[in-house]
């Protein structure tokens, strides 16, 4: 037997509650995120109020909680894809920032050797080149700024 | 289960009996309203979160197929260059002999 009491000046309440109904109760107030005690002192202190207001709500709760389900597995699956997803475009974005780096320095090399050889440079590429890794640069240092 | 209410003292000192209520019904009423509250504002942060997850995963797939076309380019443009400048190098050598 479990035993609550409520005092205020006026009276006293004890209330007594089977073991069982008493467990039962709590857990259910735990998984809520709630102290039974202060379940019990709104029974209690509401005990005319408290009627259910929008009719009994345990087959919306029943049909909200299944929505919800529903709504949590959408949730999970948008989230992995969205994890992976961020992983192998991060490592394909600096794929990108390297390979542009390299580019530049081979296209350097290409012009000093067309110098050096007397062959005519042909600079179609470069602004492309360029501007790849400017994209892939600035965006990192972007990213670096902001600590990402 | 039916429990009652009782004030401590009455007026003549005896225990006076104020009200019977199922204390078992009551409280899960109570948690029937507040998981109701819950369950709804779980259900609204989901309906609000879900498209966003949505956006987002179509604004990274579109920047990934970007991004893995730039580096195909790129790795293409960096084996040809690469070869050239091995020519290249191969005509500077062979001036140079």
């Known amino acids: ?148 | 289960m039916k429990i009652k209410l009782i004030k401590s003292k009455s007026p003549h000192g005896r225990r006076q009996e104020l009200h019977e209520i199922d204390i078992v019904e009551k409280c899960e009423i109570i948690l029937d309203r507040i998981e109701h509250e819950q369950r709804s504002s779980q259900v609204d942060r989901l309906k609000s979160e879900i498209p966003k997850l949505k956006a987002e995963l179509n604004d990274l797939e579109s920047r990934q197929h970007e991004a893995e076309t730039d580096l195909k380019w790129m790795e293409g443009r960096v084996d040809e260059l690469v070869n050239r400048n091995r020519e290249l190098l191969a005509i500077l050598r062979g001036s140079s002999q």
């Open chain 1, 1 to 148: 037997m479990r035993l609550f009491s409520r005092s205020s000046r006026k009276h006293t309440e004890i209330i007594e509650i089977e073991d069982r109904a008493y467990i039962a109760l709590r857990a259910r107030a735990e998984r809520l995120g709630l102290d039974i005690n202060q379940v019990l002192e709104e029974a209690v202190s509401n005990h005319e109020g408290e009627s259910p207001e929008n009719g009994d709500l345990r087959p919306k709760n029943e049909s909200i909680k299944k929505e919800a389900e529903k709504l949590i597995g959408e949730h999970i699956t948008l989230s992995s894809k969205l994890a992976a997803l961020r992983f192998k475009y991060f490592s394909t974005y600096y794929g990108c920032a390297t390979e542009s780096m390299r580019l530049l320095a081979l296209e350097a090399e290409h012009r000093s050797l067309c110098e050096a050889t007397g062959q005519k440079y042909d600079s179609t590429h470069y602004q492309r080149e360029k501007g790849l890794f400017e994209k892939y640069h600035q965006d990192l240092r972007v990213r670096v700024e902001k600590g990402e």
